[in-house]
């Protein structure tokens, strides 16, 4: 079992629509929960992080973290053809034998039609 | 102030032969990153070293071997590469809440 798993996608939505992309992680050890977004032939950027259970927003975006289950997401309001990227859910292991350890998962490639 | 650099962009090489992947922060990280990124597969964790002198096995760590050289420098070594290795490979320096990456490097094994 992979230790992070998202759904691939491909996600088309309309301008405006409301986005979520999800994921879910097996260790209960991690502590830092990312989003990062990468564009066409570039590396990733970090978009967001937090550590805890609840939302954490900024802007249009907002994580979730919901740590009894194991899930992770990110909504995007009022999405924008520039949103159009693919979308990592990371997650980092900030303690135990796996230290450090920054885990991705699959992606989800997102466009965003005007 | 470049961030992380990744040395070769492109390369081509051809089945049994090796070459390294050369990898420097300027950010003073303690952690550093290789992962290599193909179709639908995300980015898969090869190599991480936590800090300067120590290195750990990621997800596909087979057919590879790295050295964390010094806190600025990680480099990534195929001995014999394969075509399997075709790949973008991407390297990686971060602390904590953030990991910073370099362009990537495009590696066909033909």
């Known amino acids: 079992q992979k230790e992070v798993e998202q759904d691939p996608g491909p996600l088309s939505v309309p301008e405006g629509a409301i986005v979520s992309l999800n994921c879910t992680y097996s260790n209960s050890a991690f502590q830092y929960f990312m989003w990062y977004r990468q564009y066409s032939r570039k590396g990733p950027e970090l978009l967001m992080y937090t550590y805890s259970s609840g939302n954490k927003e900024d802007g249009r975006f907002t994580a979730q973290v919901d740590k009894s289950s194991k899930y992770i997401s990110l909504f995007i309001r009022d999405s924008q053809p520039s949103d159009s990227a693919t979308y990592l859910c990371a997650i980092l292991n900030a303690g135990g034998t796996s230290y450090g350890k920054l885990t991705f998962g699959q992606g989800t490639i997102l466009t965003v039609h005007p | 102030n470049a961030g992380v650099t990744q040395t070769p962009k492109f390369q081509v090489l051809k089945t049994g032969q090796s070459m390294t992947l050369q990898c420097a922060q300027d950010?003073?990280?303690?952690?550093m990153y290789w992962y290599r990124q193909d179709p639908g597969m995300g980015l898969r964790l090869i190599y991480y070293?936590?800090?300067?002198?120590?290195?750990d096995k990621g997800e596909v760590p087979n057919g590879y071997n790295v050295s964390r050289l010094n806190k600025r420098e990680f480099s990534l070594r195929l001995e014999s590469a394969a075509p399997s290795q075709t790949s973008v490979y991407f390297c990686a320096g971060g602390e904590n809440t953030e990991a910073f990456f370099g362009q990537g490097t495009r590696l066909t094994v033909v």
């Open positions: 950010m003073n990280h303690n952690s």
């Open positions: 070293s936590a800090s300067e002198g120590t290195t």
